[in-house]
Nanobody, 118 residues
Framework: QVQLVESGGGLVQAEGSLRLSCAASGRTFSSYVMGWFRRPPGKQREWVASISSGDVAYYADSVKGRFTISRDNAKNTVYLQMNSLKPEDTAVYHC????????????WGQGTQVTVSS
């Protein structure tokens, strides 16, 4: 079982930056693929970025070049550095974990609110 706790959300002006953190429990963190998802107000959840156990990162086109996902296996933590934020980035951001090779994410955090004002 893996428990995920996000932090770092808040209110920021457009073009500003935030760094989200997701702390994970468990001793096998390094074996998981970690992802960030978001749910904008009134919309469906969407994938933002993910990072493999081998530190290969993938991004949605909407955030590519602005967001950076990283992980620190010694701290059981994954990060999402968000720069050049736009009002359309406003959403509840969730981190998630899945075993390498699994199809779906099995573990989810409760989320942290990010609000970008224009």
């Amino acid at each position: 079982q893996v428990q995920l706790v996000e932090s770092g959300g808040g209110l920021v002006q457009a073009e500003g930056s935030l760094r989200l953190s997701c702390a994970a429990s468990g001793r096998t963190f390094s074996s998981y693929v970690m992802g960030w998802f978001r749910r904008p107000p009134g919309k469906q959840r969407e994938w933002v970025a993910s990072i493999s156990s081998g530190d290969v990162a993938y991004y949605a086109d909407s955030v590519k070049g602005r967001f950076t996902i990283s992980r620190d296996n010694a701290k059981n933590t994954v990060y999402l550095q968000m720069n050049s934020l736009k009002p359309e980035d406003t959403a509840v951001y969730h981190c998630a974990a899945r075993w390498t090779g699994a199809v779906s994410y099995d573990y989810w955090g409760q989320g942290t609110q990010v609000t970008v004002s224009s």
